[in-house]
Each structure stands twice: as C-alpha cells, then as structure tokens.
C-alpha cells in the first residue's frame, strides 16, 4: 500500500468518524474531531520532518567521530612524547638531578602507554607490530639525541 492510498483511507476514516459524531453529538462534536484530526496531522507531519533532519546530523556526527578521535590522541601522544624528550633533555642539562624526575617520567610513561593502547586497539592486528616498531624506533633515536 503506498503512502498515497493510506492517506487517502485515513482521511475517509476521519470522515467517516466525523459523521457518525455529527449525527451522534451534533455539529460541534463533528467539528471538534475534524479540527483534532487535523492539529494531529499537523504534529505528526512536523514531528516526523524532525525526527528525520534530527537521525541525519546525528548520523554524520557518529561517523565523524573516529577521526576525531584519532586525531585527539594523535596530538596527545606527540605532546606526551615531547614531554618526556624534554625531561630527558632536562636532566642532561643539569635543570632536574638524575633521579628526581622518576614520578613525572612514570606519569608521562603510563599515559603514552594508554594512548598507544587505544591507537592499538584501533588498528588491524597485522600493523600493530609495525607501529610499535616504528614508536620504538623514534623513541630510541630521540633519547640518542638528547644523550648527545
């Protein structure tokens, strides 16, 4: 049944409605359910136009969201990574004594080891290996950096 027949079976519904009312309880009663009929209609029609417009935004925000995401803990997991070179660099210095630096080097470690937990929960396990190669690959030349 298409949407045009079914309108057009429930507008001989009311009809129908409103007659036996009209012949049962008088005008007014008629005109009261041809006016509720028609303010429900309305409702109807203007709810379902939002509900669709609404599920369609919602839709596209929901897909986005993973490359948010990714992109969030990207930044994060650089700015961790900078965090600890630069306590590395400040020991080498002199700024911080050897050894004073260990409850920020475990809160800096156990962050970028959560961050690249997600990253790793994100990925196929097939590049998972790759990555950390290349994270470890990174951390290494970096510290060899700040050692030099």
């Known amino acids: 049944m298409t949407g045009r027949s079914l309108a057009l079976l429930l507008v001989l519904f009311v009809a129908g409605i409103a007659s036996l009312a009209g012949v049962f309880g008088g005008r007014g009663l008629a005109a009261l359910v041809l006016v509720g009929t028609a303010l429900l ?21 929901v897909r986005e969201l993973p490359s ?20 590395d660099h400040e020991v080498a210095v002199g700024k911080i004594l050897p050894g004073d630096e260990g409850p920020v080097r475990h809160e800096l470690r156990s962050e970028a080891k959560r961050l690249l937990q997600l990253q790793d929960a994100r990925i196929r396990p097939e590049a998972r290996e790759r990555a950390r190669l290349i994270v470890e690959g990174a951390l290494a030349s970096a510290s060899q950096e700040v050692t030099s």
Do not use: N
């Not at 379902?48 to 599920?55: M, R, V």
């Open 68 to 87: 948010l995401a990714r992109v969030a803990t990207d930044d994060e997991l650089e700015a961790v990574l900078r965090a600890l070179i630069d306590l």
């Open 41 to 61: 209609g309305a409702v109807s029609a203007l709810w379902s136009s939002l509900h669709e417009l609404a599920s369609e935004d919602v839709l596209e925000e």
